[in-house]
Nanobody
């Protein structure tokens, strides 16, 4: 049985940090590009960050939306079958539902190509 679950969300003050983790079971994330997306009420689901799948000697290319470069860091833990997103210096405008999506053997994270979605987790940034 396949499961893909986000954890680590919640309430944080402006300027604070959160670490989101996506945990897979029933399939191996090494074979998937994994992206973090966010969706605010009434808006579309936008890519925040993506880590490429592991192939050859690649450790996984990482991409970030311009708005989060230098503040967010995506990483894999192959032993735990997880992908995490460290988010620093959060702003109230970044409050949204955050979703992880896995795309098999992909070089980029496109929402319409996602094979597996997590259920989503809410981030609230407020004082």
């Amino acid at each position: 049985q396949l499961h893909f679950v986000e954890s680590g969300g919640g309430l944080v003050q402006p300027g604070g940090s959160l670490r989101l983790t996506c945990t897979a079971s029933g399939f191996t994330l090494d074979d998937y590009a994994v992206g973090w997306f966010r969706q605010a009420p009434g808006k579309g689901r936008d890519e925040v960050s993506c880590i490429n799948y592991i192939h050859g000697n690649s450790v996984g290319k990482k991409d970030y939306a311009d708005s989060v470069k230098g503040r967010f860091t995506i990483s894999r833990d192959n032993t735990k079958n997880t992908v995490s997103l460290q988010m620093d210096s959060l702003t109230p405008e970044e409050a949204a539902g955050y979703y992880c999506g896995a795309i098999r053997r992909a070089a980029a994270c496109v929402a319409t190509d996602v094979n597996y979605w997590g259920q989503g987790i809410q981030i609230t940034v407020s004082s």
